[in-house]
């Protein structure tokens, strides 16, 4: 059986149009569904890069027909890179140089990191780490709105390499219902009369987002963006698809809710990263520009994150227990910091008031039970 190596060499050859020679692997890692390395070139024609990423499933039994989560990762991410090849000349990710269906392997580029947006925010500038910010929320809104419409061309790329259906049911939004009971029974905060079919009103916008529909990188977290030394780039797609925009948006206001690296971000920052973010994708969504219809979205969306890390991150029933802190804010605070935001959203839109209610009332409990957790700290470049 052919080696990683041996088999990247061979789609590196066809794309360059001469034989290539690869060194060592490096091991940066991964995840229990895949593996990722570095190889330098060591010989080929003189458009070859100095160095390539390649990517493979961990599965020896992996099967490119299966609906199983590594294949779908896999898979959203080659048709992502391909994707973004096709619909845009400024590169917004890693070029894509070829891949193997059969094995699970994918050949890209190797962008030559200089930072990471985490690593600013983590760090001692302000200056840096609000430009970094203004960087990302700038390159979102352009991603969302230049994939607009173009909904088609990236499904003909993913419906060729595989099965396109998750089995994930995030994407359906039908648990919102049942986590909001539970969120409210476990504080034994009464659901306010009408909630009920304010959800159902939001499951329809999340399903039919209509001219908020784009492509969204999904995982927007501060360490899958990277500068380059010219410009920033975005990886990691596994998890990418057509879907609300403002859910990737909602990023600015529920600080990058699957990701570890959560802090605070001040208010009057938050205003310019929405406004920046805003801008861009009105360039090619006119609702954007609609003030009624973009608060309600954007509040829509933040109601989504918070009871998304109820349902998928950590779940209150734990938290009554314990607090667990992993690396920033721990994770009572992250929740009161989510569940205040989304309830301000809502005031903000004056937007779905059984639903506001309920989140304060939820709120103003978690405050009693956790004091610890008001207040949470600033990311360190900001305080």
């Keep these: 059986m052919e080696s990683a ?26 995840s ?3 593996k990722v390395l570095r190889f330098s ?11 390539i990423i390649v990517k493979h499933i961990n599965s020896e039994t992996f099967d490119p027909h299966s609906t199983n989560d590594a294949t779908w990762y896999f898979f959203n991410d080659w048709a992502s890179l391909q994707f973004l090849d096709q619909v845009t000349s400024s590169p917004l990710a890693p070029r894509l140089y070829g891949g193997e269906r059969e094995t699970g392997l994918l050949v890209m580029e190797d962008i030559q990191q200089i930072t990471r947006l985490d690593h600013l925010l983590l760090g001692d500038d302000p200056n ?13 809104g352009h991603l969302h ?11 003909r790329i993913r419906e060729y390499l595989g099965p396109t259906k998750s089995a994930d049911d995030f994407y359906t939004f039908l648990w919102l219902p049942t986590t909001l009971e539970e969120v409210a029974r476990l ?49 990691d797609f596994e998890g990418a698809t057509y879907m609300h925009a403002l859910l990737e948006g909602a990023y600015i206001h529920m600080p990058f809710p699957t ?29 954007a520009s609609d003030d009624t219809l973009f608060k309600h979205s954007m509040a829509e969306a933040c109601i989504t994150w918070v009871l998304f890390f109820h349902k998928w991150i950590c779940s209150l029933e734990k938290l009554l227990i314990q607090d667990q802190n992993i690396v920033a804010l721990s994770d009572r605070q992250r929740f009161l910091l989510y569940m205040e ?21 939820c709120a103003k409990r978690l405050t009693q039970l956790w004091p610890e957790a008001v207040d949470p700290p600033y990311y360190p470049a900001f305080r």
């Excluded at 088999?7 to 001469?18: C, D, H, N, V």
């Excluded at 070139?41 to 160095?51: H, I, K, N």
């Excluded at 709105?145 to 499904?155: G, P, R, T």
């Excluded at 309830?343 to 304060?360: I, K, Q, V």
């Design 41 to 51: 070139v060591l010989e080929g024609p003189d458009t070859a890069p100095r160095s």
């Design 145 to 155: 709105a230049l994939s607009i419409n173009h909904q088609n061309e990236y499904l």
């Design 341 to 361: 935001n989304a309830t301000r959203s809502l005031e903000y839109a004056n937007h779905l008031p059984a639903l506001g209610n309920t989140l304060r009332l």
């Design 5 to 30: 190596a041996q088999r990247a060499e061979r789609i590196l050859s066809k794309t360059f149009g001469g034989p290539i020679h690869l060194g060592e692997a490096q091991d940066l890692g991964g």
């Design 128 to 140: 840096a780490a609000e430009a970094g910010l203004m960087a990302y929320a700038k390159l979102h």
């Design 259 to 287: 990701c570890w690296c959560v802090y605070r971000i001040p208010d009057p920052l938050v205003q310019r990263l929405e406004d920046r973010y805003r801008v861009e994708l009105a360039r090619a969504c006119p609702a």
């Design 32 to 34: 229990a569904r895949s």
């Design 187 to 235: 504080l034994d905060v009464p659901v306010q009369p009408g909630a009920s079919h304010e959800l159902e009103r939001l499951i329809t916008a999340l399903t039919n987002p209509g001219p908020f529909l784009s492509f969204v990188q999904s995982d927007a977290a501060p360490d899958n963006i990277l500068f380059d030394g010219e410009r920033w780039r975005l990886i």
